[in-house]
């Protein structure tokens, strides 16, 4: 018999994207982690820091007792986080 767990390696974390125009920068929010953003003059930068962000922010979630979606309570600190544009 075979064992149906399947361990992921990567994770796909949408997001959204805004352009701030006040302040000339891009800001990348994560819908399933509200209050998790990234900024960056670049949309590159700011979905390069979104990865560091998500895991920090989920283990601050973790760490004090608040929700995580399912999804993402046990990702593992090797797993790959893949940024997906999502609408807003």
Known sequence: MMNSAVALDEAVIPVTVDYLEQDR???VSCPM????HAWGRTL???IQAMPDNVRAMI???LA???PVPTSLAHLRADTRL???VVPA
Do not use: E, Q, T
């Open 33 to 36: 982690l509200p209050g998790c």
């Open 44 to 46: 590159d930068a700011a």
């Open 82 to 84: 893949v940024i997906r």
């Open 64 to 66: 004090n007792g608040s």
């Open 59 to 61: 283990a601050a979630r």
């Open 25 to 27: 920068v891009y800001k």
